[in-house]
C-alpha cells in the first residue's frame, strides 16, 4: 500500500493513469448548459403521454370509464391495463424474475401504481385528460407493514400469482448455520440489536423518461430513455414486446444522474412505446418529481436484527443476521440472478471471523416496487450498515474505543486473497494503514480529548468510526447474469489513418465523468492524449453488447475492457512498427505513444504515424490486415474489493435535539486511480447521500399506504448548507487481477458513511445511555432517544 505515486505509469504498473487531474472533458458541455438530457428530443409531430395512477394503496378495480378523456379535442389515445392485456402487455418481468403491472388490470397494489394513460398534443392536454377518466375501485384493506405482511390472515396482495395464498417471496440463507451456533454458545458476549434500514429513494436530478418513436413503415423503434443500461433494456424490450431486437435502437443521451434508479424497465417507457404504436407519431413521457419518489424504484427497507459474537478482550468471533426484506407490490430487486438478496453476503465486513450465518425473509407489501442498488453494489450498502453499526454496538459493550476494536479484527494483508465465511473472495486489501491514515487526518486522540471536555460541560459531541469493504465490477460471468444476460462488458477501439481515436463503450455514464477517464485509460494504454480520443457510450446502434452502469462496475469491468482492447491495438501497432523500422517485432521497445529499435531510441516510430501506414498504400507485413481497431468482450475473473474508513464528527443542540456534521474524513483505497479528482467527485457526492439517509431521508407511509415522502417538501435531501468541507485521503492496494490494478469508487462513500454518521450520533448520546437509534436521525428522533422514548416499531 502507498499513499502518493508520481504522475504517468508505464503499462502493467500500478500508478495512477497519466494525465491524473485533468478536467472533465463533458463540463465544457454541461457549465454552457449544453448538455442533451431526453427532455431536451423534440421530434416533429411528437406527442406526449401522461400516465393516470392510483391514489389507493390497495383496490381491485370495479370499472374504468375513458369516454370523456377521449373526447377531449387534443387527446389522440387512451390506454388502459385492459386494452394491453389484448396486446400481450398489461404484464412484464421484472429484473428478479417477477411480473409487474405496465397498467394495473385486476387491482391497484400500491399509491401511485400506474392505472391508464393518455396520448395527447401536448403536455398540458394529456395531464388535463387524465382527470377526465373515471375509475371505481373497491378500496382494500391495505398491508403496510412488513411485518403483518407475513402474519396468518393477512390480505394476500399478489393474487394474481397462479395459487398465491400469502405475501412471502423468497427465504434466503448464506453462511453455516450450525457453525456459526456452535461459536455464538461458547463465546464470552453476545450482543444483538434490531436495526432498521429505511425505506430511501435515489431521488436523481433528472426523472425518469422516455420519447418512444416507432416507424410503422420500417417497424424500427428508436427509443431516447433515461436508462443506465441501454442494451440489456433492448434485448428485454425485444423479448416483451417480440419487436426485433435489430430493429430497436435505444440512446441514453446526457443522464441527470442514476443512482441505480434508472436500471430497472418502468411501466412509463412501455406506455409511450405503446402510445407510439398506437398513434403512429413519437411519444415523450417525462415523469414529474412526485411520480419519481412515490413510483420508481425505491432502495433498502430493511428489517434487521444483527448479532455478534466476541471474547471479552475484543476478538470478533462470529456475525448472524436475520432480515425481513419489503420488496413492495412486485419484486422489482435490481441483483444479478442467483443474488435475490444482492451481495448482502458481505455483512461479514472487514473482519476476520471464524462463522457467519445470515437468514432473509423478502415479503411483499403495499408500497412501491423496487430494491434498486441506490449508488451500491446491490444490497452492500445495508451489509456496511449492519455490521458497522453492530460492532459499535460491541464497543459499547465492551467499553473499548470503536477503533481499537476494529484494527484488532482486520483481516491481515498477508491473508488475501481472503475468502469469507459467506464465500466472497476478497481480491486485496491492507485495512491498517487506511485507518490510520484516517485517524491521522482527523486527529483521532485530540478529538477523544475534546470530547470528554465538552462532555464534562454537557455538551453532546460524537465521533464516528466505519470502516467499510465493497464488492463491486458485477460480475464474473460464470456466477453473474440479469435475466439471462451475462455481466461481461464489449469495448472497440479504431485509430483513425490521422492518429485520432474513438473508443466505444457498453457502459452508460450519468455523470460520473467516464468521457474523460476512459479516454485517460487508452491515452496511457497507446500514448494517444486523451484530448485525441472520443468516448461514445448510451447508444445501442454506435456501441458494442454490455450491461450499462451501476454497481460501481464501469471501471472493474468496462475500465479493464478498455485497457485490453488498447493493448490488442497496440500489439497489432507493433506488428506494422516492426516493418516500418525493418527490425523484427522482438527488437521493439515500447515508450507511450511510439516503438524505437531497443538500444536505438533514435530509430522510432509514433502510434500517429503507424495508424497512418495501417490504412494507407503500400504491404502491411503478412498475415496483418489493414485498419488499427479492435474490439473485445470483457469477462472478469472477480469482483474487485475497495475499501475505506470513514471518521465522522457530529454535534447534538441539546435544546433542539438537531445534528450538525462538523467534520467528516474518508480515506478511500480504488486501487489505481485514474483520476483523482473525479473520485473526490464521486466520494463527495456519496457522503453527502450519506448525510442524506443518515439524518434526513425516509420514504414513509401512513396506515392506509399512503405515501409521505411524495416531494421534495417531504423527502429531504441534504444541500450544501447541511454537510461539511469533506477532508478526503486515499491509500492504494491495486487489484491483482484488473488489468490497471484498478477498483470501483463511484458509490463507496454512500455505502461508508451512513455508518459512520449514526455512529457518531450515538456516540454523542452515549451520556443517555443510548446504544442504537434507527435512521434518519431527524431532530425529533434523536429528541425521543436523549427522552428514552421507545424507538419507532
Ligand atoms: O460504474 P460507475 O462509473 O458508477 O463507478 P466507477 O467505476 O467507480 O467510476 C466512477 C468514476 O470514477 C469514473 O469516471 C471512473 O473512471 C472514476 N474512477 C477512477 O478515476 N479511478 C478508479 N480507481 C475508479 C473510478
Known amino acids: 500500500t502507498v499513499d502518493e505515486r508520481p504522475a504517468g505509469f508505464e503499462n502493467n504498473d500500478h500508478k495512477p493513469v497519466g494525465h491524473g487531474r485533468m478536467l472533465r472533458k463533458e463540463d465544457p458541455r454541461f457549465i454552457r448548459g449544453k448538455g442533451r438530457y431526453v427532455d431536451d428530443v423534440q421530434l416533429p409531430g411528437m406527442l406526449h403521454c401522461a400516465i393516470l395512477r392510483s391514489p389507493v394503496a390497495h383496490a381491485r378495480i370495479v370499472s374504468i370509464d375513458t369516454t370523456a378523456a377521449e373526447a377531449h379535442p387534443k387527446v389522440k389515445a387512451v390506454v388502459t391495463g385492459a386494452a394491453l392485456t389484448e396486446l400481450g402487455l398489461a404484464w412484464m418481468p421484472t429484473l428478479s424474475g417477477d411480473v409487474q403491472a405496465v397498467l394495473a388490470t385486476d387491482k391497484v397494489r400500491f399509491q401511485g401504481q400506474e392505472v391508464a394513460f393518455v396520448v395527447a398534443e401536448d403536455r398540458y392536454a394529456a395531464r388535463d385528460a387524465l382527470e377526465l377518466i373515471d375509475v371505481e375501485y373497491d378500496v382494500l384493506d391495505p398491508v403496510i407493514d412488513v411485518r403483518r405482511a407475513l402474519e396468518p390472515g393477512a390480505p394476500v396482495i399478489r393474487d394474481d400469482l397462479d395459487g398465491k395464498t400469502d405475501n412471502h417471496i423468497f427465504d434466503w440463507e448464506t453462511g453455516d448455520e450450525a457453525a456459526t451456533e456452535a461459536v455464538f454458545a461458547s463465546a464470552d458476549v453476545v450482543v444483538s440489536e434490531d436495526i432498521v434500514y429505511p425505506r430511501v429513494h435515489p431521488a436523481p436530478m433528472e426523472t425518469c423518461g422516455c420519447v418512444a418513436d416507432y416507424d410503422r413503415i420500417d417497424g424500427r423503434l428508436t427509443l431516447w430513455s433515461t436508462s443506465q443500461a441501454p442494451h440489456a433494456h433492448r434485448t428485454l424490450y425485444a423479448i416483451v414486446a417480440g419487436l426485433p431486437e435489430h430493429k430497436i435502437r435505444v440512446i441514453s443521451p446526457d443522464i441527470g444522474g442514476g443512482f441505480g434508479g434508472k436500471v430497472p424497465i418502468y411501466p412509463g417507457y412501455v406506455c409511450a ?93 403495499n408500497k412501491a416496487p423496487g430494491g434498486v442498488a441506490y449508488a451500491c453494489s446491490f444490497r452492500i450498502t445495508e451489509a456496511v450498515y449492519l455490521i458497522e453499526r453492530i460492532v459499535d454496538c460491541l464497543a459499547y459493550e465492551l467499553q473499548m474505543d470503536p477503533v481499537e476494536l476494529r484494527i484488532k479484527n482486520f483481516i491481515q494483508p498477508d491473508q488475501f486473497p481472503y475468502r469469507t465465511k459467506t464465500g466472497w473472495l476478497y481480491d486485496s486489501g491492507d485495512y491498517e494503514p487506511t485507518m490510520r491514515k484516517a485517524l491521522e487526518i482527523a486527529g483521532y486522540d485530540e478529538l477523544r480529548r475534546e470530547q470528554a471536555e465538552r462532555r464534562a460541560c454537557g455538551e453532546l459531541m460524537g465521533i464516528g468510526v466505519s470502516f467499510f469493504t465493497e464488492a463491486v465490477g458485477a460480475g464474473p460471468r460464470k456466477d453473474m447474469d440479469i435475466l439471462g444476460l451475462g455481466m461481461a462488458d464489449g469495448c472497440e477501439l479504431r485509430v483513425h489513418p490521422t492518429g485520432k481515436a474513438v473508443v466505444r463503450l457498453s457502459v452508460q455514464t450519468q455523470g460520473q465523468g467516464h468521457e474523460t477517464t476512459f479516454a485517460q485509460i487508452v491515452a496511457e494504454e497507446i500514448g494517444i492524449p486523451p484530448a485525441d480520443i472520443d468516448v461514445v457510450h448510451g447508444d445501442t446502434d454506435q456501441t458494442p453488447f454490455g450491461l450499462g452502469t451501476y454497481g460501481s462496475r464501469s471501471t472493474p469491468v468496462s475500465g479493464a475492457a478498455a485497457a485490453l482492447v488498447a493493448r490488442k491495438v497496440r500489439d497489432k501497432a507493433r506488428l506494422i512498427a516492426s516493418a516500418m523500422l525493418e527490425v523484427s517485432v522482438a527488437d521493439l521497445e515500447w515508450q507511450k505513444g511510439a516503438f524505437h529499435v531497443k538500444g536505438d531510441p533514435a530509430k522510432s516510430v509514433t502510434i500517429q504515424e503507424i495508424a497512418m501506414r495501417a490504412h494507407g498504400a503500400g504491404d502491411l507485413p503478412e498475415g496483418v490486415e489493414g485498419g488499427l481497431e479492435a474490439q473485445i468482450c470483457y469477462n472478469p475473473e472477480n469482483l474487485t474489493y475497495p475499501h475505506g474508513a470513514y471518521i465522522c464528527v457530529v454535534d447534538i443542540d441539546p435544546g433542539t435535539a438537531q445534528v450538525k456534521v462538523r467534520r467528516f474524513v474518508a480515506v478511500d483505497d480504488c486501487g489505481t486511480r485514474i483520476n483523482p479528482m473525479i473520485i473526490e467527485g464521486q466520494v463527495h457526492r456519496g457522503l453527502t447521500d450519506g448525510v442524506g439517509m443518515a439524518l434526513m431521508e425516509m420514504i414513509a407511509f401512513d396506515e392506509d399506504g399512503n405515501c409521505l415522502g411524495g416531494s421534495l417538501m417531504d423527502y429531504l435531501i441534504p444541500t450544501a448548507l447541511e454537510v461539511p468541507d469533506w477532508e478526503t485521503g486515499f491509500t492504494v492496494t491495486p487489484s491483482p487481477h484488473h488489468p490497471i490494478g484498478a477498483k470501483g469508487v463511484g458509490e463507496s462513500a454512500t455505502v461508508g458513511s451512513p455508518p459512520a454518521i449514526v455512529n457518531a450520533v450515538v456516540d454523542a448520546l452515549k451520556p443517555f445511555g443510548i446504544r442504537h437509534a434507527d435512521m434518519p436521525l431527524t431532530p425529533s428522533r434523536v429528541w425521543d432517544a436523549m427522552r428514552g422514548v421507545p424507538r419507532p416499531p
Open 273 to 365: 412505446i405503446v402510445g407510439s404504436i398506437v398513434t403512429g407519431k413519437p411519444v415523450k413521457w417525462m415523469e414529474d418529481r412526485s411520480e419519481n419518489l412515490t413510483s420508481t424504484g425505491f432502495a433498502r427497507d430493511y428489517i434487521m436484527r444483527g448479532e455478534i459474537a466476541a471474547t471479552r478482550d475484543g476478538k470478533i468471533l462470529a456475525v448472524r443476521t436475520n432480515v425481513l426484506a419489503d420488496h413492495g407490490a412486485f419484486n422489482g430487486v435490481a441483483a444479478p440472478v442467483k443474488y435475490p438478496a444482492g451481495f448482502f453476503g458481505v455483512f461479514t465486513g472487514s473482519y476476520d471471523l471464524q462463522a457467519a450465518h445470515c437468514k432473509m425473509t423478502a415479503v411483499y407489501t
